[in-house]
């Protein structure tokens, strides 16, 4: 392989970064963007590494709402004591990324700014509701995490925008979610197909009031289940509300046949791993189906 001169930029701050992200390539954890080089499907001619700012670096709420700066690792959110109380199912998504070395290098940014399809913490973030901050040379803007994909590698970032932050409602008392992922094996293993959920209920009518699926690895971009998510509300806490929501998704999905998995047996684990995700977010309130 031929060496290259690549310019390499560490700003201190964002305003800094702002200063050299012109033409440049952003290092956050590098566990894609170094694999994507050797590869040689990725050639840049300059990296701005983001590893010395330490505005992303924050995980907090406040007035409700979650922020989890761009440049915390999988590792610091599998952790966080915050996180597992205010959003135990991205904290569950991360725990479940690649393997220690992947999860104490690479980083939630990192993470949605690759836009792969089967993200691990992806379907958790949608599942939240939640939104990306990002930030370049004309200010800050915010963007709903279900409009930031465009398809496979593909965002709705423009030159020089940086995704600085993710922020999402923590949850609330009525509320719970959970993430399953399947895989070929338990670790370093890309899912073949994965599930997040958030649920919220009526204790007294024992009643769905609000929910939310979310599937990766089913399509060219992580995916919200409207239609699912549509039979649940209103409705009373049963398995056969809950089997009828799963049966929905697995209608729903849209998978491709590749060297992971074929199509027809993701669609079925999509009914299996929504039955259970749906389950799981029930146990932490309590309910057994």
């Known amino acids: 392989m031929l060496l290259i001169s690549i310019e390499y930029c560490r700003p201190q701050s964002l305003s800094e970064l702002h200063a050299v992200a012109d033409n440049g390539v952003f290092l956050a954890g590098g566990t894609d963007l170094l694999v994507q080089m050797r ?40 952790t966080s004591s915050l996180l597992r109380e205010q959003a135990s199912l991205l904290a569950e998504a991360a725990g479940v990324v690649g393997s220690p070395q992947i999860r104490n290098r690479g980083t939630i940014g990192g993470n949605i700014a690759n836009a792969s ?27 709903a995490l279900r409009e930031f994909f465009l398809g496979p590698g593909k965002t709705v970032l423009a030159p020089g925008e940086v995704i ?23 670790a370093l293993a890309i899912s073949v197909v994965n599930c997040a959920v958030v649920l919220a209920v009526d204790r007294e009518t024992m009643t769905f009031t609000e929910a939310r699926i979310s599937l990766g690895a089913v399509a060219p971009t ?16 049963s398995r056969r509300v809950v089997e009828e929501a799963a ?32 389950a799981a977010a029930l146990a932490k309130l309590g309910i057994s189906l």
Do not use: W
Request: proline share 4%.
């Open 39 to 78: 590869s040689g499907r990725k050639r840049p001619q300059k990296i701005v590494s983001l590893r010395d700012i330490r505005e992303l670096k924050e995980i907090k709420c406040e007035q409700g709402m979650v922020t989890v700066g761009a440049m915390v690792t999988h590792e610091e959110v599998f």
């Open 117 to 143: 399809p089967a993200a691990d913490t992806v379907p958790a973030l949608m599942a939240l509701d939640a939104v990306v901050e990002v930030a370049g040379r004309t200010g800050i803007r915010e963007i």
């Open 222 to 237: 992580v995916i919200r289940l409207a239609e699912a998510e549509q039979l649940l509300v209103g409705q009373p806490i």
């Open 164 to 186: 600085t932050a993710v922020r999402f409602p923590a949850l609330k008392d009525n509320q719970a979610g959970a993430f399953i992922k399947h895989g070929k094996r338990n």
């Open 247 to 278: 049966a929905a998704v697995k209608a729903g999905v849209k998978p491709i046949t590749d060297i992971r998995s074929t199509g027809e047996y993701r669609r079925d684990i999509s009914e299996q791993l929504a039955l259970r995700a749906i």
